[in-house]
């Protein structure tokens, strides 16, 4: 691996890496959670999360692409040996899978952040048919997929250094900067104490529902990116000295951090502008409908409204796109590891994105059942990767993973990923198939059903018997990496 294909500094790689976990769904999805499960606690026990799932699996990727200097699929296999390959196998499929109709996601936030430009979100503006007209308009959905790809392909097709590096130490500054000054205007509203409250102050009632801990920590997993194969994909790019523990936990608490200001940013708000407050809840039951509906509506309604509603979609919008480069990144380095040139694997990675992320675009509904199916499947990724650990042996791990580290995982780091992490995954897969039954006890079977459990098994199905029976192809076709030595 040639220098140009390793991250010229150590603040580049956290700058990628946490452009990579801040991404949509700290900005739409966590404000939402904190405010049903528990405010406060709900925060306690999220950070918590970082600790005990999160973090560990982060700091386990990063040992696997660090060593190996693969990506997934080859990571695995040389990890942990031949008849694993299938787990990275699953891993990239996981993760190509969400991207196709995450970069059509993407294109909905640069599409908001223009119409914020243009001042379309004024007083007496019907923002749910604002909406419903983009969701339901294939054409525009496609232009905007094409942008978000075509601009990531751009990016990737540079390189690391050039590209992915430079490009995040741009994105995720002013990402901060933009959720900062979102947070700050959010909170000086009058009535934003209530806001306020209902975010930090906690209820610890909340700590006897089993949902506030398994929302908490589901947050937590799909948040951070732990069990994509992304930050194994990056980590490939690192030096031998650097510190990993100390890079996962800073990572971590980067994601964190966006996701409380973001969660700042819109719950004061909603309630400082919401009189009636029945209707400020009903408002944060819906994960698009939060962003897309409810904010472009109260934006208008806000002093200095027209430059906060920009600032906050191109937040977004950054959020976004630096979490797609890292997705399209892991595209190129599967196809880099057959032996093709990263120009090659970029040109080719992106017509598969974009072919296959048409359907997202075109049917709203496909969009839904795909981010239903394969956003639950990341549990299962991270499942792979406590296996991996335990197969590569816990202790011989923790000392590749305390290998130029400051900050120095002790033995209760293997005991967390022998019996902590492995017992999280029990329970939140368990109870999500049992609650996702219980929504919907006749039909929960169903495997054509856009939410369903049975389209989940089908799904999961399908993709796991491909990779299982493809596994000697995928570890044949990967070549051994090529790496320099370092100075």
Request: glycine letters at 10%; one cysteine or more.
């Amino acid at each position: 691996m040639s220098q140009n294909e390793r991250f010229l500094s150590r603040l580049g790689f956290i700058a990628a890496a946490v452009g990579m976990a801040v991404g949509t769904g700290n900005i739409w999805r966590f404000p939402r959670m904190a405010a049903q499960y528990g405010g406060g606690v709900f925060v306690l026990v999220y950070i918590l999360a970082l600790f005990l799932w999160s973090a560990p699996l982060l700091m386990v990727e990063m040992a696997i692409g660090r060593t190996t200097r693969l990506g997934p699929i080859g990571g695995f296999r040389d990890f942990i040996g031949e008849k694993y390959t299938w787990m990275g196998g699953w891993m990239v499929g996981i993760c190509l899978l969400i991207t196709f109709y995450y970069a059509v996601i993407t294109g909905w936030c640069a599409k908001y952040f223009i119409l914020a430009l243009q001042g379309r979100f004024r007083q007496g503006v019907d923002t749910a048919t604002l909406w419903n007209n983009l969701l339901h308009n294939p054409w525009q959905n496609i232009l905007y997929q094409a942008v978000a790809i075509g601009l990531c392909g751009l990016i990737i097709y540079r390189g690391i250094q050039k590209g992915v590096e430079r490009i995040n130490k741009i994105l995720v500054p002013s990402l901060f900067i933009f959720l900062i000054i979102a947070a700050v205007r959010a909170v000086t509203l009058p009535g934003a104490t209530l806001g306020l409250r209902y975010l930090f102050v906690p209820d610890w009632s909340k700590l006897a529902e089993p949902a506030t801990w398994l929302q908490a920590f589901t947050q937590s997993a799909w948040s951070t990116g732990a069990g994509w194969g992304l930050m194994l994909t990056y980590a490939v790019y690192t030096s031998k000295k650097d510190d990993l523990p100390q890079n996962a936990l800073t990572i971590g608490m980067g994601d964190n951090s966006a996701a409380l200001l973001a969660g700042m940013a819109v719950i004061p708000t909603i309630f400082a502008l919401t009189p009636d407050l029945s209707v400020a809840r009903a408002s944060l039951s819906d994960n698009m409908g939060l962003t897309f509906i409810s904010l472009a509506g109260l934006f208008p309604r806000m002093k200095g409204g027209v430059v906060i509603a920009p600032i906050f979609f191109l937040a977004m919008l950054f959020a976004a796109l630096s979490s797609l480069i890292a997705q399209v990144e892991l595209g190129a380095k599967t196809f880099m590891d057959l032996g093709w040139s990263r120009k090659k694997s970029t040109i080719v990675i992106i017509l598969v994105c974009f072919i296959l992320g048409l359907p997202s675009a075109a049917f709203p509904s496909f969009l839904l059942n795909q981010d239903w199916v394969w956003g639950l499947a990341l549990l299962l990724s991270g499942f792979w990767t406590m296996l991996a650990a335990r197969k590569y042996g816990l202790e011989r791990l923790r000392r590749e993973v305390n290998t130029g580290s400051d900050f120095r995982m002790g033995k209760w780091w293997t005991h967390i990923l022998k019996y902590v992490s492995p017992l999280i995954f029990l329970v939140m897969i368990g109870w999500w198939f049992y609650q996702a039954i219980t929504w919907d006890k006749k039909e929960w079977w169903h495997p054509f059903k856009v939410n369903s459990v049975g389209t989940i098994i089908l799904q999961w199905a399908v993709l796991l018997a491909v990779v299982i029976l493809l596994n000697k192809k995928l570890a044949s076709w990967t070549r051994k990496p090529v790496v320099e030595e370092e100075d």
